[in-house]
């Protein structure tokens, strides 16, 4: 229905190509330098937030949102992404392999066998949260 044709998983090289090629067709890649594509990152992230604002927490799944909201937010999530992989590019970054990496890092610093650690840190989180909330209830 989109007229894209499904050709499998999308890769971030994919994405890589396109807005490569996006921004060569129109002559805008003087326009894509690091500082404007973040810029536009930011801004995107922006629109992405507009879409939750004010809602209050979702459920997951979004089971109430009408299709065209959720069209809405497929199209905002897509243009950070976008943005996210040819800043990356631009910046000379191999999003995946970083990415990956990070994971990596993320792993050793929150190790899956020591998940007491872990959750008494979301814990901290969750009571600072719950604090800050009671605070308002209260006040
Ligand atoms: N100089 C530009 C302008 C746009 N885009 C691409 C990347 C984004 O995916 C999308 C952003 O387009 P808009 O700036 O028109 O933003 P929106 O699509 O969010 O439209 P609007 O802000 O009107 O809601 O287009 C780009 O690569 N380089």
């Given at each position: 229905m989109t007229g894209i044709p499904d050709s499998g998983p999308v890769t971030l090289d994919q994405l890589k190509q396109k807005m490569a090629e996006f921004a060569k067709e129109r002559d805008w890649e003087r326009f894509h330098s690091p500082r404007n594509l973040l810029l536009a990152l930011v801004g995107e992230v922006g629109e992405l937030s507009e879409i939750f604002q004010w809602k209050g927490e979702v459920p997951k799944g979004?089971?109430?949102?009408k299709e065209e909201e959720k069209v809405h937010l497929g199209e905002e999530l897509s243009d950070v992404l976008l943005y996210l992989v040819r800043l990356s590019d631009i910046c000379g970054i191999d999003l995946g392999k970083a990415a990956l990496r990070k994971v990596e890092l993320n792993a050793i610093k929150y190790?899956?066998?020591v998940r007491k650690d872990a959750s008494s840190k979301q814990n901290q989180i969750s009571t600072t949260a719950s604090t800050t909330n009671n605070v308002t209830e209260n006040a």
């Open positions: 979004l089971p109430d949102w190790p899956a066998t």
